[in-house]
């Protein structure tokens, strides 16, 4: 019985219209009932620029001047075994997480050990001091590079081809990754601050969360599914508006109570809910980035984020107001509508 469910419950899933599907089929009904024309997509909604891949948006750090021969000296201090490790060849060729957690220790270990030598070593106690003033100016590029220069956020912001799902209770990969965006928020404001404590383990466990998500890029696909569509919607119920096809002063021809029920049982009962998925999430999500960029403007002298971050950035914003825009016209146009049929929302089909 219990693989017979799960067996009807994937089948179901597979059947079910995806948002694409339901945005041609709502598009249709309304053209065949207005006998507007289906218009072309716009072509003034943003043509984004190809993603480029997030390693090019790291930063370089520069390596402190401990020789080797300042190294063996060191090995009375419990520094030395973190920076054997990252002098190592794994440690060169560690992920940005690992190299991130290595530079912590560093930080953390190197006052003590600074201070055990002021007076057995004042020279290497001066240079090992100047290597931790180096690295804590270039603290808040360690943190970028771990979470935004890394597989995991190119994962989340471009892993999946697919839109936000269609119907259903809220979809279980988008709280995890807003979860990971607020550690990575918080961490960034720490180590700001020089408070450079934290758990290897609870940062990983984050940035595979954010990995696993892929929520930004399923946002951002159903942005690019649902703008043209309600700019296309929008514009037939004008055009037809104007040509008081349906309506004029008030009375209706039999053709706009068939698009009464395209408005009820497929604007209302399908494509608003979806709306309001994509609202929630870009709302939830957008002060976060905003979190994101504000941190960015403080890693170069010139107090801007990345270039190809800000570029992204940009983009970003650019389709989320569209699609903001278009909604608003497009709820517009349907108001004009049933203003001049003297309907409302809520009133039922006469059929």
């Known amino acids: 019985m219990k693989w017979l469910l799960i067996f009807i419950s994937l089948t179901l899933a ?3 219209p995806s948002p694409d599907e339901i945005a041609q089929d709502y598009l249709e009904r309304i053209a065949r009932v207005t006998a507007e024309n289906l218009p072309d997509d716009p072509s003034f909604l943003n043509n984004p620029p190809p993603l480029t891949q997030v390693k090019q948006q790291s930063y370089l750090i520069e390596s402190g001047k401990v020789s080797l021969l300042d190294f063996l000296k060191l090995q009375s201090c419990e520094l030395a075994q973190s920076l054997g490790y990252k002098n190592s060849q794994l440690g060169k060729l560690a992920p940005a997480s690992q190299k991130m957690h290595l530079e912590r220790d560093f930080l953390l270990l190197a006052p003590a050990c600074i201070e055990a030598l002021q007076s057995s070593n004042p020279e290497l106690a001066q240079l090992l001091s100047q290597a931790l003033q180096q690295k804590r100016q270039q603290a808040l590029k360690i943190w970028w590079n771990a979470w935004f220069a890394a597989a995991e956020w190119q994962s989340y912001i471009s892993g999946s081809r697919e839109p936000l799902e269609q119907g259903g209770a809220s979809p279980g990969h988008l709280r995890p990754g807003l979860v990971a965006l607020d550690y990575a928020i918080d961490q960034g404001l720490d180590w700001q ?6 758990s290897d383990s609870d940062m ?3 940035l595979q969360q954010l990995h696993l998500a892929e929520s930004l890029s399923r946002w951002r696909n159903s942005l690019r599914i649902m703008t043209p569509s309600l700019y296309r919607a929008a514009l037939m119920l004008e055009q037809s508006q104007q040509k008081k096809s349906l309506c004029s002063n008030g ?6 109570e068939y698009l009464r029920n395209v408005f009820n049982q497929f604007y209302v009962a399908q494509l608003q809910p979806y709306l ?7 709302n939830e999500l957008w002060p ?3 979190a994101v960029k504000s941190l960015a403007t403080n890693l170069s002298p010139e107090l801007s984020p990345h270039p190809q971050f800000l570029l992204w950035f940009e983009s970003l914003q650019l389709e989320k107001q569209q699609f903001e825009q278009m909604n608003l016209r497009h709820v517009k146009a349907w108001q004009n509508w ?3 049929c003297g309907q409302s929302p809520g009133r039922a089909s006469s059929d």
Do not use: T, W
């Open 276 to 282: 309001g998925r994509i609202y929630k999430f870009g």
């Open 14 to 16: 597979a059947c079910s």
């Open 338 to 340: 049933l203003a001049e």
């Open 193 to 198: 601050q020089q408070n450079y404590v934290y």
């Open 204 to 206: 990983e466990q984050q």
């Open 251 to 256: 009375v209706e021809k039999k053709q706009a």
């Open 288 to 290: 976060r980035l905003k």
